[in-house]
C-alpha cells in the first residue's frame, strides 16, 4: 500500500514540474511597486549587476521571470525641504529612465498596457513609473500632465500624511475621504488614463475614489486587514468596493504588513532602529546592517503567509481582483523568508499551484489583472 502510494507521488511529481515550468516560460509577471530608482540616484546601484543586498537588479529580475514593474519614486515629507519635493521626483524618474536605457537590451520603458505585453514577450522586462503622494507634482494637474508625458502611471492619493487631495489612513481625520480637490484629481487621472492608486489613504477616501473615478482604480501596494488588523491594511468591505469597480488590490510583501505579531514589533522598535540609521547618515552598508539587526527580532515570516493574503482576496471577491505589489526596495529588508526578493516570484507561482488555483488565474493573480486594468484605464481616457 505505502509502496503504491509512493509511485503515484512520484508520478505526479513530473506532471506538476512540466506545468510549472510551462507556465514560467510565457506567463507575465508584473509587480506594481518597487522602490529601487532612489538608490540609482543616491548609491550608484547599478541594474545589469547582481548584488547581495537590495532586492531588485536584472540578474534576479531574469531568474524571476519577472516581466514588468510599476517602479515607486516618492520623497518623504520628513527627509527632504518642501523644494526638494519636485526636483527630486524629476530627477529619481530621470535616473530610472537613464539606467533602463544603458539596459536596453535588456529592458525597455513602456508607456501602454500594450507594450507591457509586446515588451515581455521579446523577452524584456517592461519599465513602468508612479508618484507616491501629490506633493511630488507641486499639486498642480498641469505638472501631473507633464510626468504622464514622462511616464508615470498611477499616483497614490497620499502617502504617509494627509495631501490636499486625501486622508492618509496613517494621519487624522481631516477630509473625511477625498477633498473636493481629490475629486477633481481622480477626474482628471480618469482624462489622463493615470491609475488612480487607494493604497496609503484613508479607508473613507478609498471608497470616496471609487465613487469618483470613472476607471477601475488599483491598491499598489496594500495587504489584508482581517488577516493582519494593522493601519495599513485594507478591511474586508473596502476590497469588496475596489473589486466592484473592477479594480484589484496588490499584496505588499512587508513582513510586518502580512502578519500583527511581526509588526508589534517592528512598531516597538522603530523609533530606536530609525535613530541609529540616521546616526550614520549616508553610510549605506551600516544603514542595511542596522535594518538587518531589527529584521532578525522579527518574529520569522515566511512565503505561505503572504500566499495566505492573496487566497483571502481571491475567496472573497474573485480571482480577477488581486495582484502583486511587493514594496520591494521600500521596506527596508524587511521580506518574508522564502521571498527574500525579485528571483523568487516562481514560488508564487507554486505556491498557487499547491493551492489548488488553475492556470488562467494564476496568469491574472501574477499579473493580467493589473494589465486588464491599466487597458480599461486607457480606453476610458479622454471621456
Ligand atoms: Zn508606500
Known amino acids: 500500500m505505502r509502496l503504491a502510494l509512493l509511485f503515484t507521488i512520484a508520478a505526479l511529481l513530473p506532471a506538476q514540474e512540466a506545468r510549472l515550468n510551462a507556465l514560467l516560460k510565457d506567463i507575465l509577471i508584473f509587480d506594481a511597486h518597487i522602490d529601487t530608482p532612489r538608490y540609482f540616484l543616491d548609491e550608484g546601484y547599478k541594474l545589469n549587476e547582481r548584488h547581495t543586498y537590495y532586492e531588485l537588479d536584472l540578474p534576479r529580475l531574469k531568474e524571476g521571470r519577472v516581466g514588468a514593474v510599476l517602479f515607486g519614486i516618492y520623497a518623504q515629507p520628513q527627509d527632504f525641504q518642501p523644494f526638494e519635493w519636485m526636483p527630486r521626483s524629476l530627477e529619481v524618474l530621470d535616473a530610472l529612465h537613464e539606467e533602463v536605457k544603458r539596459n536596453a537590451g535588456q529592458m525597455e520603458f513602456a508607456y501602454t498596457s500594450g507594450d507591457v505585453t509586446r515588451i515581455h514577450k521579446a523577452g524584456k522586462v517592461a519599465a513602468l513609473a508612479s508618484l507616491e503622494g501629490g506633493h511630488l507634482f507641486g499639486d498642480s494637474e498641469r505638472i501631473l500632465r507633464d510626468f504622464y508625458r514622462l511616464g508615470v502611471r498611477y499616483v497614490t492619493l497620499a502617502h504617509f500624511r494627509n495631501s490636499v487631495y486625501a486622508d492618509s489612513m496613517t494621519d487624522e481625520r481631516k477630509h473625511g475621504g477625498l477633498s473636493p480637490k481629490g475629486r477633481d484629481l481622480v477626474k482628471e487621472m480618469n482624462r489622463m488614463g493615470m491609475m488612480v492608486d487607494v493604497s496609503h489613504i484613508s479607508d473613507e477616501a478609498v471608497l470616496d ?7 477601475p482604480v488599483i491598491a499598489s501596494h496594500s495587504s489584508v486587514k482581517a488577516i493582519a488588523p494593522i493601519p495599513r491594511n ?23 504588513y502580512l502578519n500583527e505579531a511581526a509588526y508589534n514589533v517592528y512598531i516597538k522598535n522603530r523609533p530606536q532602529r530609525d535613530a541609529e540609521i540616521k546616526a550614520v547618515g549616508k553610510d549605506w552598508e551600516k544603514v542595511r546592517r542596522i535594518q538587518r539587526r531589527y529584521y532578525d527580532l522579527m518574529p520569522p515570516v515566511n512565503v505561505k503567509e503572504l500566499l495566505r493574503h492573496i487566497d ?23 521580506a518574508p523568508r522564502g521571498m527574500e526578493d525579485v528571483s523568487k516570484y516562481p514560488v508564487l507561482v507554486k505556491g498557487l499551484m499547491d493551492m489548488g488555483y488553475n492556470d488562467g488565474d494564476i496568469r491574472k493573480i501574477m499579473g493580467g489583472n493589473l494589465v486588464r486594468v491599466m487597458r480599461e484605464n486607457e480606453r476610458r481616457a479622454g471621456q
Open 312 to 334: 483571502h482576496i481571491a475567496k472573497l471577491v474573485g480571482p480577477d481582483h488581486v495582484g502583486l505589489g511587493s514594496d520591494f526596495d521600500g521596506i527596508s529588508g524587511m
Open 234 to 256: 485594507m478591511p474586508d468591505e473596502v476590497i469588496r468596493a475596489v473589486a466592484s469597480k473592477g479594480g484589484v488590490i496588490c499584496i505588499n510583501f512587508h513582513a510586518g
Open 209 to 215: 475614489a471609487i465613487r469618483t473615478s470613472a476607471s
